[in-house]
């Protein structure tokens, strides 16, 4: 059962565990007066001021598309990457051509005026 | 029954139980984090087969991109994030049975297969799989034209995407 | 094998036939040798991480022409001690309406991303958690954890502050990802591997510094703002929205969360150590044994921290339409550009010595770089004469 995730997978748990222990030595020996005024919402020490929602600008998912795209793009560059050391030129260029193709698209969504934060 | 097998139940079954917290709870940003442990146990379940490459993918798109996709359009789309309406079917009682029978012929047919007893293979320990995978993209006879299909592909999807948030009686994006 | 050279399987061969001998199974053995290894390995972070608040005070404050903690021990070095005590006797307030489960849930996952980046981080050439040999999409999964903590962080507050912060500091976090990437491909190429021990391993030689400059300066960029430290702290824009995706937290949960981005700091400034400057190599030094390899490796990360902290004390907030068209329209081209000229001169200069490899490599990026500035210098003209509406040489010309 040599495995390398073994190694993560026990990280994870005590990577885990050890905030847990810090957050619940904090619970254990912190006071605990609650009342209605320490637990209203913050808002530079005023009352609040409208609802407790705005309205959020739609660019921030095209931003999320757009990095998407790229994201997937990145993650298929990566077999390539490491076995570029032992390949041809041909290798190489094909990788270029699948860049390019995507660099394509970015300036496409540029010109469009996609990336503006209006 | 090994500690491999225990280990897969175990999480098989948080993927199953969290896949069924994500389509009945209420909250849709709960079900959106749900979704989340449901991906993460893929990963793992990757990870536990050595597919080291899979695995790690796995959790930088689905979970870095495309669920954080999901929490943004779920905050970006309405105020009332709390589903009111009746949770179930009104006739449900007919999926449930339906759904019994399905998955009685699967076992059925399943039955008889030996894949239930056999153990993956180990992965010699030198074996390169990230550089095979590479060597297999871009080799004529191999996977080239999907490669490079693949990005034409992404293409069409920021193309798409642009077409989408572009407003035409404006001139400019819908805000 | 003895002590000074291979102690990790040394120790780990000890307790092994200590464990069978007492009539443990095998595997059983490893489990255990393995967590005791994990619990160690956190441990001595957590602790390193304590002494990274009383560096980032002192460094702080020698920048901003003042002396810092200097009370609580000689040269205030207790005085993290004393911050650990405060935060730890802290009333937990949770504001109303908060998520109960999410809330608590969320300082516990930032801390947890951070501490998962040691696993693979090779401190010397026999002392490592594990060689896994997806490292650098390993560095990026572990960063979408915490980015999604960050998300959780802020719904779960119920405060619409802390919504906007968390949403335009997800927005760069997620855009700054891609030149990290991709500029985390080219120590890939130039090592033919992804996993942390090799790259250090390729560069045995020649540090990568010196072979792609300029992809060490993108991802020195991009790592600052995946880091959400100043210039790109909209996270936590003081005299914007007080504490951005953390307002409702105190006490120990806000400093999991504040100890997490100082630990978060030192590892990409030992990241950036191990994926360009070569590592805990050092001109053959660290042959002389593993711990003054670890020395080296440590000596280099708070070198990259220090230029972090050099960057965020000097540097004013950048506006977030800035930022993201910096990314977008300058960086992540000019990263794709980096990598597709550093895989054609990687392939093109293959077979040649070392000293025309190392040039070549070198030329490449310095001309890139000057290409860049004037490309840049072209551009902030056209912008200048625009503004100005005369040409620079006109203007002289009529005092």
């Known amino acids: 059962m040599q495995n390398d995730w073994?190694?993560?997978?026990?990280?994870?748990?005590?990577?885990?565990?050890?905030?847990?222990?810090?957050?619940?030595?904090?619970?254990?020996?912190s006071p605990k007066k609650n009342n209605p005024i320490k637990q209203s919402t913050y808002e530079c020490g005023m009352e609040t001021v409208g609802e407790n929602w705005i309205q959020f600008k739609a660019q921030y998912y095209i931003f999320a598309l757009v990095f998407l795209v790229f994201d997937v793009e990145t993650v298929f560059l990566f077999p390539w990457a490491v076995s570029l050391g032992k390949l041809s030129l041909f290798a190489v260029l094909e990788g270029i051509v699948f860049v390019l193709i995507l660099i394509a698209g970015l300036v496409y969504a540029w010109r469009k005026g996609m990336l503006e934060w209006v | 029954m090994t500690a491999m097998q225990i280990f897969f139940l175990i999480v098989g079954l948080v993927i199953l139980g969290s896949a069924l917290m994500v389509v009945t709870t209420h909250n849709l940003i709960h079900a959106a984090l749900w979704l989340i442990v449901t991906l993460f146990g893929v990963a793992v379940l990757y990870a536990i087969l050595n597919a080291s490459f899979l695995a790690v993918v796995q959790v930088v798109v689905y979970i870095g991109a495309i669920a954080i996709l999901f929490i943004f359009a779920v905050m970006l789309t309405r105020k009332e994030i709390r589903d009111h309406g009746p949770q179930l079917n009104s006739g449900w009682w007919l999926n449930v049975i339906i759904a019994l029978l399905t998955f009685g012929g699967l076992l059925w047919m399943l039955q008889s297969w030996n894949g239930f007893s056999k153990t993956a293979a180990d992965f010699p320990s030198s074996y390169d799989a990230v550089g095979q995978l590479g060597k297999a993209l871009i080799s004529p006879d191999a996977f080239v034209l999907p490669f490079e299909v693949a990005s034409v592909l992404l293409l069409a999807a920021l193309v798409g995407a642009v077409y989408i948030a572009f407003n035409p009686h404006s001139g400019d994006f819908r805000k | 094998m003895n002590f000074w050279y291979d102690p990790v399987n040394f120790i780990a061969h000890w307790l092994t036939s200590l464990l069978t001998g007492w009539g443990v199974a095998g595997w059983i053995a490893s489990v255990i040798i393995q967590l005791i290894g994990v619990v160690l390995l956190i441990s001595l972070m957590m602790v390193f991480d304590i002494f990274l608040v009383w560096v980032e005070r002192k460094v702080v404050a020698r920048f901003q022409d003042r002396l810092g903690p200097n009370r609580v021990g000689p040269f205030g070095i207790f005085q993290p001690f004393a911050d650990i005590i405060k935060l730890i006797i802290k009333e937990d307030i949770t504001p109303a309406g908060a998520d109960k489960?999410?809330?608590?849930?969320?300082?516990?996952?930032?801390?947890?991303?951070?501490?998962?980046?040691w696993a693979i981080i090779p401190l010397a050439p026999v002392i490592f958690g594990v060689d896994l040999n997806v490292g650098a999409l390993y560095i990026v999964a572990a960063g979408s954890i915490g980015t999604l903590s960050i998300i959780m962080a802020a719904w779960s507050s119920n405060n619409k502050y802390a919504l906007i912060g968390a949403f335009r500091q997800v927005a760069v976090l997620i855009s700054f990802e891609i030149p990290m990437i991709a500029t985390m491909l080219i120590p890939t190429i130039l090592a033919g591997s992804m996993g942390m021990n090799e790259i250090v391993q390729g560069q045995q030689t020649v540090w990568y510094v010196v072979l792609a400059p300029m992809a060490a300066i993108i991802f020195m960029i991009a790592a600052i703002a995946e880091l959400g430290r100043s210039p790109f702290d909209l996270n936590e824009a003081e005299s914007e929205i007080v504490a951005g995706f953390h307002i409702e937290y105190t006490g120990m949960k806000f400093g999991l969360f504040f100890a997490g981005e100082l630990l978060h700091a030192f590892t990409f400034g030992g990241f950036w150590a191990i994926l360009f400057l070569g590592g805990y190599h050092f001109f053959g030094l660290e042959n002389l044994g593993p711990l003054v390899?670890?020395?080296?490796?440590?000596?280099?990360?708070?070198?990259?921290?220090?230029?972090?902290?050099?960057?965020?004390?000097?540097?004013?907030?950048?506006?977030?339409?800035?930022?993201?068209?910096?990314?977008w329209k300058f960086l992540t081209p000019l990263a794709f550009v980096l990598l597709m000229l550093t895989a054609l001169m990687n392939t093109l200069l293959r077979g040649t010595s070392t000293g025309v490899y190392i040039l070549g490599m070198l030329l490449t990026n310095v001309l890139l770089g000057w290409i860049i500035v004037e490309i840049l210098r072209g551009y902030s003209r056209g912008e200048r004469q625009k503004t100005e509406g005369v040409a620079p040489a006109t203007a002289t010309a009529h005092r």
Not at chain 3, 101 to 117: E, H
Not at chain 3, 300 to 327: E, P, Q, S
């Open chain 3, 101 to 117: 489960v999410v809330y608590n849930l969320a300082p516990i996952l930032s801390m947890m991303s951070v501490l998962l980046l």
């Open chain 3, 293 to 327: 390899a670890v020395i080296i490796l440590l000596a280099k990360a708070m070198f990259g921290y220090w230029v972090i902290m050099w960057i965020k004390y000097t540097m004013m907030r950048i506006r977030i339409d800035h930022m993201l068209a910096f990314n």
């Open chain 1, 6 to 29: 073994l190694y993560i997978g026990l990280f994870l748990v005590i990577a885990t565990l050890i905030p847990v222990a810090a957050l619940v030595t904090s619970w254990l020996v």
